[in-house]
């Protein structure tokens, strides 16, 4: 029994006497959707939780084409957020919907299409028994592989049933694939190109004609299913492509793209990265920025695309940089600073595609990439401060040690003393660090600022960074 089912409604019809006495009424999947949609949209709910970014561009073509009742392709380079925008369609499909009990395509009780379903509702009657089904278990997801087979999407002949006694012509001896077994709910294909041709052919008439054609015969189903899909834009020139016929199915075609806004990107790696220690926003700021630059940058491969995994999975690695400082040290809060964003260049390089020519490279376009990022971001949290003090006592023969392994509060203590004066405190405010591990990263931002600005030096060692 799933999750789902376990908070399933008591008071719900068990026969379909007692689904047509409630005032039940079948809804065909397209239109469930458009209502549940548009019900949103006038209530002021968002229908795309989770989604940052594609307001105003891919959402909203996205909401006309499920108005429309279109199947649809998303078109986009990875992590663009399209496998979450496929499965947040199921928050569009209402919570429980009645189902023939037992039937193999969960077919709707008012309207059997398989032979053995209808045979069991003219027998049965008003006592045809009802279960209900969850929207989540109402959507089907297939990462397209070049040994998907027919049978995997379409169905087959099943040799159990054929042993059975029954006749290769008789509809029950179908074991039905994946796209009959989603009838009245959504399959979603990943990487669509993937699919061998053959196999997209096979999609066709379900598709189109909505009947199932396997090994010679035609067996007519009235399928009510949506087919949504993704795809690589590159892959119709590389791995594959999809076939102009299933194209032409497929009433949308919606390109998808990385967010625009840095704070829609600050907010999808907050969202999605799990992190073991406390990073903060000016951290997850470098990062957006650096996946940018990436994006931007003439070094790298842009036909594959630098995918929003990559600032998660940053975000992920300096976090955990905190977390093994904070345990060996003896810190009872592990905070990120800048020093743990070196660890991220050193594991994130091999998620990026560089051109041909940067290779040997790829280090030195990293780290310069991440040093624009960390410039852009003391730009914007340190606009309008005043460092000459901390520059003059450091030109005067002071010295800051940071690293690795140097704890929040051994970096503070080491920090020259300037007097009266509150330039500590300024820079701390600015960027809303309240404890030791926050201060001590905010006030390593600002020296790692002044370094790429050329106004003090640095010099490391592999485990030790020290200002001067």
Not at 53 to 73: F, K, M, N, S, Y
Not at 97 to 111: N, Q, R, W
Not at 167 to 191: C, K, M, Q, W
Request: net charge negative; charged share 30%; hydrophobic share 40%.
């Amino acid at each position: 029994m799933s999750l789902a089912a376990d908070h399933r409604p008591a008071d719900l019809p068990a026969t379909v006497g007692q689904l047509r006495a409630g005032g039940h009424e079948q809804k065909p999947l397209r239109t469930e959707i458009r209502d549940n949609l548009l019900a949103a949209l006038r209530e002021g709910r968002d229908p795309w939780p989770g989604l940052h970014g594609l307001e105003d561009t891919v959402i909203p073509q996205l909401e006309r084409a499920l108005i429309a009742g279109h199947d649809i392709v998303l078109l986009g380079e990875r992590g663009q957020g399209k496998t979450r925008l496929l499965r947040t369609m199921v928050g569009l499909l209402d919570e429980w919907t009645p189902v023939i009990a037992d039937s193999e395509l969960g077919e709707h009780p008012y309207e059997p299409i398989t032979v053995g379903s209808r045979r069991r509702a003219a027998e049965l009657g008003d006592e045809l028994p009802v279960a209900w089904r969850h929207r989540d278990e109402r959507y089907a997801e297939k990462l397209a592989t070049p040994d998907t087979s027919v049978a995997d999407l379409i169905g087959d002949v099943d040799p159990m049933k054929v042993a059975e006694g029954r006749s290769l012509g008789d509809p029950e001896t179908i074991h039905f694939g994946l796209i009959p077994r989603s009838h009245r709910g959504i399959v979603a294909i990943n990487e669509l190109p993937d699919l061998a041709e053959r196999i997209q052919v096979a999609m066709l008439n379900v598709m189109e004609e909505r009947d199932i054609q396997i090994r010679g015969y035609v067996l007519r189903l009235p399928l009510d299913v949506l087919v949504v899909a993704s795809a690589n834009p590159e892959d119709y020139t590389n791995r594959g492509r999809i076939i102009t016929p299933l194209k032409d199915r497929f009433g949308a075609e919606i390109r998808t793209h990385y967010p625009t806004e840095l704070g829609a990107e600050v907010a999808v790696v907050r969202q999605e990265a799990d992190l073991v220690a406390r990073v903060p926003d000016h951290l997850l700021e470098v990062l957006a920025r650096f996946t940018r630059n990436l994006r931007a940058s003439s070094s790298v491969d842009q036909r594959s695309g630098v995918s929003a995994r990559f600032a998660i999975a940053g975000a992920e690695t300096i976090a955990a940089a905190a977390l093994h400082r904070a345990t060996r040290q003896g810190e009872e809060d592990a905070v990120a600073r800048v020093v743990d964003l070196e660890t991220a260049v050193e594991v994130l390089g091999g998620k990026i595609e560089f051109e041909t020519g940067e290779e040997g490279r790829e280090s030195e376009v990293l780290t310069h990439l991440l040093r624009t990022a960390v410039a852009e971001v003391v730009r914007a949290r340190f606009r309008g401060i005043d460092f000459a003090l901390l520059v003059d006592a450091i030109e005067s023969g002071a010295m800051v040690t940071t690293g690795a392994q140097v704890t929040a509060r051994d970096f503070l203590a080491g920090l020259p003393v300037l007097g009266e004066s509150d330039l500590y405190d300024k820079v701390c405010d600015a960027l809303g660090a309240g404890d030791d591990g926050e201060r001590a990263g905010a006030i390593e931002l600002a020296l790692e600022g002044l370094y790429l600005a050329r106004k003090v030096g640095k010099d490391t060692d592999g485990t030790e960074t020290v200002y001067g």
